[in-house]
């Protein structure tokens, strides 16, 4: 795909949604993480319904250890891997107060260090919390941009790393949340909604659902 079409394609997504944000709920960056690294192979919508209860009593590294794994697991428990996960995140609150005075880092290699915090968590939390212009690969923008022929890659990092080459620099910031919203309501896996479509004449998908 040439870099103008590119460019009109985010410029849509723009006039459509100038400010797109994540859709998880939180109440500063610490629930943002944790939020995030419950999102992993779950919807927001099933993480929203289990957390506003989860950040009353335990919005920081503190206060989550002291709730502890067990109590944890109880307000986590109908979101998928709640075992794994509530063990990452009092390995992460853990972490954050023996090593960084209780703050997130704001380092990309620093954050991956903490459990639970793979590359793709890393970069969405780095760009919602700080605004960075990363993209994180999730599965709604891995099928996505291969769908619509921004890239041709096999796995998430390849899909990242051409993303990063060939998305202009004024779209970065907003790029992921764009491709993430357009996989979730309209590019969606088995039926996308090419009719309803506002990119559907710059998609380069062959079996569209017109």
């Known amino acids: 795909m040439n870099r103008d079409k590119i460019n009109e394609i985010f410029a849509r997504f723009a006039r459509a949604n100038p400010f797109p944000k994540t859709e998880l709920k939180y109440t500063n960056e610490y629930t943002l993480l944790v939020a995030v690294i419950l999102s992993a192979q779950a919807t927001d919508v099933g993480v929203n319904k289990a957390t506003p209860a989860l950040f009353k009593i335990a919005d920081n590294p503190g206060a989550m250890l002291k709730l502890g794994e067990g109590d944890l697991k109880r307000y986590i428990k109908t979101i998928g891997l709640f075992n794994a996960k509530a063990k990452n995140i009092i390995g992460m609150s853990r972490a954050l107060l023996e090593k960084h005075s209780g703050k997130i880092p704001h380092r990309f ?51 990242e790393r051409q993303l990063e080459k060939k998305i202009p620099e004024k779209w970065k910031i907003h790029a992921h949340h764009w491709l993430i919203l357009h996989g979730r309501y309209i590019c969606v896996a088995r039926k996308p909604k090419c009719y309803e479509c506002t990119i559907a004449d710059l998609c380069e998908y062959k079996e569209k659902n017109l």
């Open 109 to 159: 290699e620093e954050l991956c260090e903490l459990p639970g915090v793979g590359r793709k968590t890393a970069n969405v939390w780095l760009n919602c919390a700080l605004g960075k212009p990363l993209i994180a690969v999730d599965t709604h923008v891995f099928r996505v941009a291969n769908r619509i022929g921004l890239v041709k890659a096999k796995n998430p990092l390849e899909t």
